[in-house]
């Protein structure tokens, strides 16, 4: 399984991004991907997750209302639109999938960087 997120960059308070992830690899039937991020001197908090079959979405009280994870089943991509930025979401951000009946979060991508400004 590979992941790949893009998207990241520089923007002021309030402004959007939206990231991409491309998954590849394997057949996502039945996963669930997700957002996670890590701002410096933090842990990696989780953002939003949406389940490949059904699109069952989920996300962290800080997030919600203001991002939204989709996806793309016939192009393996995962987005996640982000509105109304606030400095404190600046972090890097990354891709990651679980599988079936797993427990955790198996397979990560490399994080794309997302800056707010003030």
């Known amino acids: 399984v590979q992941l790949q997120a893009s998207g990241g960059g520089l923007v002021q308070a309030g402004g959007s991004l939206r990231l991409s992830c491309l998954a590849s690899g394997h057949t996502f039937t039945n996963y669930i991907m997700g957002w996670f991020r890590q701002a410096p001197g933090k842990e990696r908090e989780f953002v939003a997750s949406v389940s490949w079959n059904r699109g069952t979405t989920a996300y962290a009280g800080s997030v919600k209302g203001r991002f939204t994870i989709s996806r793309d089943s016939a192009k393996n991509m995962v987005y996640l639109q982000m509105n109304s930025l606030k400095t404190e979401d600046t972090a890097v951000y990354y891709c990651?999938?679980?599988?079936?009946?797993?427990?955790?979060?198996?397979?990560w991508g490399r994080g794309t960087l997302v800056t707010v400004s003030s």
């Open positions: 990651a999938t679980q599988p079936g009946g797993a427990r955790e979060y198996r397979y």
